[in-house]
């Protein structure tokens, strides 16, 4: 008997098939569908007699947390992670350059034996969810696309209270010309590439894997839309990361580990794809590539080993809640040594309901720090004692294989 993780499989590779052979046919089916879809998510069907919305659906929302943040009687009661030390990071002392209204989000952490680094993501371009949790409308401004990437140091005292910057700098300048850095990359089409959200590769702090997106339109509809660079401090240098498949990826990598050759990098949670990148020459090299078994979600924080036996990583989802709609959820995911998902925490919240992104965590002094961006518009870094967070972890387990 077929199990319903193997017929998903089967339908993603098939999926996949279409769209790699027939690209044209596979995005009119997509874009009927989304048509369809559209529709019956705004009428009312009636079933047997009973009501129904929007029955082909799939999409999750209030009642999907109703299932795991009980008692609730309202959205505003859900699980959060007991993090310490919270605070918001503190980009005060960054000079803004060219007069430019932009925001500093999405941290990226990694520690030494005295300080942290910090990374950050610097747009005018960013989004909440539709109202506050309270039901007052916000409005997402969008400007011209800019973007731009900083890097400072915390120190150990500020990394426990106010998480104040040192030694801020511009890694990539966020400027509304794309053509006034070295740093923003041109390809065949004439497009230039637009660097946003880094992450450190861990144990290899001079490395910053960076999202890069492809401003423009290119006469060739199939042509990548984004690639990654990977930045080294050493030399100040970018390379491009191009993978075989280029279309089949989530929009950032995932630093996992680094072996004696290569450093791995989860590119997409569903299939599990890994890619295997040369620790000398940068050279990249597909290393596995499985269906996984959890559904749609988003790549989120960088692995992290807890225990012997168990890494660990932060993932989110998109849920549509009644009055928000459309924010982002967490949930902790669990892997063997293997790197196979074994397990993943309930949902949960570091702080609030909106677009919360947590692109890193890190051990300092047997604490787990988190750091993660709030509406793509502040930064936030908490902590918790590494066995305090294991318990957490064995309390709120939902999803495990063996269970």
């Known amino acids: 008997m077929l199990s319903v993780g193997r017929i998903s499989m089967v339908f993603d590779r098939l999926r996949l098939n279409v769209r790699d052979r027939c690209p044209s046919l596979y995005y009119f089916i997509v874009r009927f569908l989304s048509v369809i879809f559209a529709l019956l998510r705004y009428r009312t069907f009636f079933l047997n007699g009973k009501k129904a919305h ?77 109202t506050k949790s309270n039901g007052d409308s916000l409005i997402n401004p969008t400007v011209g696309v800019c973007n731009g990437i900083g890097i400072a140091t915390i120190e150990r005292n500020d990394l426990f209270n106010q998480a104040r910057l040192k030694n801020s700098k511009i890694l990539i300048e966020p400027t509304e010309s794309k053509r006034n850095t070295v740093h923003k990359l041109q390809d065949a089409y004439g497009r230039f590439l637009d660097f946003e959200d880094p992450r450190f590769i861990p144990d290899y702090p001079h490395l910053i894997l960076l999202h890069g997106r492809y401003t423009g339109e290119a006469p060739d509809k199939f042509a990548p839309r984004y690639d990654i660079g990977l930045f080294n401090l050493n030399t100040s240098e970018i390379k491009l990361l191009i993978p075989k498949n280029r279309h089949r990826a989530e929009k950032n990598w995932v630093p996992i580990r680094t072996d004696d ?82 397990g993943r925490t309930k949902p949960f919240l570091f702080h609030d309901f909106g677009y919360e992104i947590c692109n890193s965590v890190t051990e300092f002094e047997d604490k787990i720090f988190f750091a993660w961006g709030m509406n793509d518009s502040a930064g936030y870094i908490g902590n918790i004692d590494r066995a305090d967070l294991a318990n957490w972890i064995r309390i709120h387990t939902i999803t495990s294989k063996g269970s």
């Open 54 to 130: 929007w029955f082909l659906r799939e999409r999750k929302g209030t009642e999907y947390l109703y299932a795991f943040w009980t008692p609730l009687n309202s959205i505003d009661a859900p699980l959060r992670l007991p993090l310490q030390n919270v605070n918001q990071v503190n980009f005060a002392d960054y000079v803004e350059s060219g007069g430019l209204n932009l925001n500093h989000f999405n941290p990226c952490i990694v520690t030494n034996e005295k300080s942290i680094q910090i990374c950050w993501r610097i747009s005018d371009v960013f989004f909440h969810p539709a």
């Open 261 to 342: 050759r290569n450093h791995l990098l989860l590119r997409s949670t569903k299939p599990f794809a890994i890619l295997a990148l040369g620790k000398e020459d940068y050279r990249l090299s597909e290393h596995s590539w499985d269906s996984g078994d959890f559904g749609e979600i988003h790549n989120g924080s960088n692995f992290l080993r807890l225990s012997e036996d168990l890494y660990i990583r932060v993932v989110r989802e998109t849920i549509n809640l009644d009055r928000l709609r459309g924010v982002r959820i967490n949930f902790i995911m669990m892997h063997d040594l293997e790197l196979k998902e074994i």
